[in-house]
């Protein structure tokens, strides 16, 4: 008999975590299962960087029990579980070195390693221009880093995630630093990769109901360290939840699968 495969692939249960007497998250639970793709969206100090800390093993929780691919924190090989998620950050795009191709720094995913150092071989270039392909970048292959754009990098970087094959994609702010145009051929690049057959769970991190493109279908809010909202999109996307994210109140209006907020006052409104 085969094993049972579990539809999860994130679980958090109960979690909090508190620094020098200051709680920084309380009471997270949340559940991603296969086959869902996930927005995560709060306000500045809502507690998305400390969480997504937890959820790849950089910050010790003080409560509760986190379990990624089957394996519980704690209880697991975290250096090695690591690998097998890959996140695309400004933290990595800005150690990338200016002189790096970016099929060498597709390469490099493989090991989850910065500038490389060892040979790469013909197998691993042959693998890091399909990822290329993937990431519709293979023109970019013998580019520098130094002279990508931002959207090229923001491509490359996450052609390299997928060298390790991850089941988990998290993009931390992917869109940080790109031009209104440069901003929107990424989105539309996302749609595509998330409707790729063997594609993995992605969970994008903003603050921009913009960049929630139709092919994310469940969406996790934050506020104050705490889960204000979460599950379908279409469920937890409403102005009036939007309104106690951010403190202020806003419409919400949605065409075509894309969203727009507008914020009407700066009347503070109370969750």
Known sequence: ????????????????????????????????????????????????????????????????????????????????????????????RQMMADEETALDAVASG??????????????????ALERLRQVECVYLADRN?????QGERQRVLIGRALMARPRLLI???????????????????????????????LILVTHHVEEIMPVFSHVLILKAGRVLSTGRKTSTLSAKILSQTFGSKVTLHVKAGRYAMKVLSRRRVVA
């Not at 998250?25 to 998305?48: C, E, F, P, T, Y």
């Open 110 to 127: 493989k090991y989850a390693m910065i500038q490389f150092w060892g040979r790469v071989t013909r197998r691993e270039k042959a693998e």
């Open 171 to 201: 993009l931390d702010e992917p869109c940080a630093g790109l031009d209104p145009a440069a901003r929107e051929y990424f989105l539309q690049f996302l749609q595509r990769l998330g409707r790729q057959p063997r594609a993995p769970t």
């Open 1 to 92: 008999m085969k094993p049972t495969v579990s539809p999860e692939i994130l679980s958090v249960d109960g979690l909090r975590l508190e620094r020098g007497g200051t709680r920084i998250l309380a009471d997270i639970s949340w559940r991603v299962k296969r086959g869902q793709h996930w927005a995560m969206l709060g306000a500045n100090g809502s507690g998305k960087t400390s969480l997504l800390s937890a959820l790849t093993g950089y910050l010790m929780p003080t409560a509760g029990e986190i379990t990624v691919l089957g394996e519980t924190y704690g209880r697991s090989d975290w250096r090695e579980l690591r690998k097998k998620v890959g996140i695309v950050s400004s933290s990595v």
């Open 145 to 149: 880093w130094g002279v990508l754009s």
